[in-house]
């Protein structure tokens, strides 16, 4: 084989696996779309290789998300009207409950990325030092935020093609066909309603933003990038782009839900609009943030993390080993 | 230059040039977009090196495709309306046949990814050795996987938008506001056509949970990504992730096509739609890898990669010479 | 802790920190979301370090474009029809304008990656020489078209998905109920405009195609696809695909434009309209790279670049010194 895309002798494979460090360059060469077993060495035992070990807990955080907030969705806007209707919108679940399922699991996602560190933050204010392990759940979860944001931006970007396709739908066609009907029959000349107007301009727009910042977010996380990157680089994109994004879509979930909150006949079976449930908990991050940043606390954490220790003996272990029980 | 975005010495750039091992952190720093011929040394000789030899195939076979898949369409589209009721359609041409050809040449690129390594199956099966190597076309066609794979993303990226512009165009708002108008005269309250509504919804949530997990396999094909992964996980991603995506993306098409089978006004100058040619290939690849599933197969081809061999004698180097005559 | 992405020993990360170069994988296995300043070691002095320094210009510019941009289409689009009849258009600030403004800096942008260039190669023509560095400004200018690329590929992608949320957008759709309105009032049956369908059909088919383009380019600036490619590969990436890029977008820019040159009502307030001043930039490089095409310039800038020298003494130093002044 001439190609170098393809390494065929079996011992270079052999090789490569024995060794990776000594092969760098072999491995990317492997074809990436369908790969046979037969094409590699017989001396590779899959089932003795790990299979994305940081990816389980954060797909199954992930598939949990999912199935709740369909659940939810489909119960308020598909069951609700069948139910006290008898109207038959079962023909939402393929794109309109599926593109609330997706916005929500992935808000939350984001959230979820930026909460270990604030909690890590006021358990470092709490202790007064920062000699002192975090507990192993927290330790876990922040060995989590890559997978959580990638998967955090995946579902955003399915969100933002589910949502660009709705007015190419057969069932949004024949809506506006029917309304253009019905504003002929009440000879009604304009149909503009500004508030409605605004809402949508705004929120599109704070979506399409947060997303661009998720993807240079997504973007900085490939090796190949991140290697390039130095601390300060790499920090800077995390925190400054990273909160910003959180600003962002949490922004674009409070617009989307403008006056709902108020208008009683969005709380079918008494159950809250879900923009209401999505946008609580990266509410609550960036108040707790903000609360951070507060001059006095700023300052001690500051502090904190340049070594200093508050006079009080440290009882970081003890707290550890109570926690991590 | 402090920039270390730009290798200014050139000297830096021969070296790179004749020992590409020893710089590899050089290659990357250069610019990339727009280069200039003075800004590599006069050693480096252009004409001498190879240009994309691995993706020469595939483009040839991704531009016959294009080529025949257009003309097709622009056969039944736009030609057939013009000659039988010399009605101009050719408005048609830069969005609504492009994106005709654009799903289909992606979606026939995607079988031929996974068609290689079927074959390369029953070849085994037949043998039932395999210590023997594959005929010249076969190792070929292998090797072009990846191109192929990348080539049937993009353009399925491209078919997305062309997709997701459609409503965004003068010719769609004209149609509406035309069939608005009718359906005002016909004084029909109701335009709402639930079988078209359901097709809609299911093949654009289909499409976009394909195109989606493309995303994914083209993104573990970038070398720094798959470098990162070991065996079983790259293996994982193309087999299940891949096999996965085309199911997806021939069900889009087979739900596009809805019943169009039987409705003989489809059948323009005798010709299928070109639905139906274009998942012909997908779905026979999907039917012969789950015959291949089949226990009995399956176990027979788990005891040959496992190094068994069928008791008659191994014939694999005759058919091999035979073969790759 | 087992997982390979958190490095946790902090000896691993200061290690890292003074010898990047002994351990290139340590680096792209840090979290890429969120990285709070406790999970690195005292030892870095983030302070210290730079922080995009190669980004800072480009950036600088790109925000001076968008902020001239946009005033200059909140002026014609929102402010003249507020002023002269009184129309209160302020809704289309948050998409509209912003959707203006964010082609017009792309293309600008992409232009600026390709000026540099032909200036360099219409210094050599008039020197006669190779061997003569460039002015200091030139130089930095050709150290930013990699910066200046990426931002406006950035930009691009923003403006595509911009346009595709038009036809969601709630004005749109007010609008086009009114549209349907007046339609039957004026009991007009057919609203069909062949020429404005030709014109979008033919712009929008050419941004994709476009777009397509310039995240080929970006795709293959990534350090490791960078780094895969050899000289060859890589000029041939930014030369061809790179022109055909800007000729893409630069026709995308003028189909837009069609006819409004010529049409009085596209001056308000005597402006031209934005797509003219977007294009100007852009059409020129163009030109320019098709004058150097003429056989007998390509000729001459050939022999400079393989070493040939004018007869007439090298007077490169004393240009560069007064150039660099």
Request: glycine share 4%; with cysteine; hydrophobic share 45%.
């Amino acid at each position: 084989m001439t190609s170098p895309l393809l390494p065929k002798a079996s011992e270079d494979q052999e090789a490569l696996l024995l060794n990776r460090a000594k092969h760098p360059k072999h491995r990317p060469l492997l074809v990436s779309f369908a790969l046979e077993e037969f094409e590699f060495p017989s001396s590779v035992c899959l089932e003795e290789m790990p299979l994305f070990p940081q990816w389980h807990l954060p797909l199954k955080l992930m598939a949990i998300l999912m199935a709740l907030t369909f659940l939810y969705t489909f119960m308020r806007d598909v069951l609700q009207p069948f139910v006290s209707q008898s109207r038959s919108d079962f023909y939402k679940i393929p794109i309109l409950v599926m593109n609330k399922t997706l916005p929500w699991t992935a808000i939350s996602l984001l959230a979820l990325v930026y909460l270990p560190g604030l909690l890590a933050a006021l358990l470092q204010l709490h202790r007064g030092t920062k000699y002192s392990s975090f507990p192993g759940w927290l330790e876990r979860w922040m060995s989590m935020r890559k997978q959580l944001g990638l998967l955090a931006f995946f579902l955003a970007a399915l969100h933002a093609i589910y949502s660009l396709c709705y007015p190419m739908r057969r069932s949004y066609r024949y809506k506006l066909l029917n309304w253009a009907y019905q504003q002929v029959q009440q000879n009604q000349e304009d149909s503009w309603v500004a508030d409605d107007v605004w809402r949508m301009e705004i929120y599109v727009s704070l979506g399409i933003m947060g997303l661009g910042l998720l993807a240079l977010l997504a973007i900085s996380s490939l090796p190949s990038i991140s290697d390039a990157l130095n601390w300060r680089e790499f920090t800077w994109m995390q925190r400054t782009l990273g909160y910003a994004a959180l600003v962002l879509c949490t922004a674009h979930a409070l617009v989307y839900g403008w006056r709902k909150w108020v208008e009683p006949k969005h709380y079918v079976w008494y159950t809250p609009p879900s923009f209401i449930l999505a946008s609580l908990l990266p509410a609550t991050v960036l108040l707790v943030k903000a609360v951070l940043l507060l001059p006095c606390l700023d300052r001690r954490l500051g502090q904190i993390r340049r070594g200093w220790e508050s006079p009080r003996p440290p009882r970081g272990r003890g707290v550890t080993e109570k926690d991590s029980l």
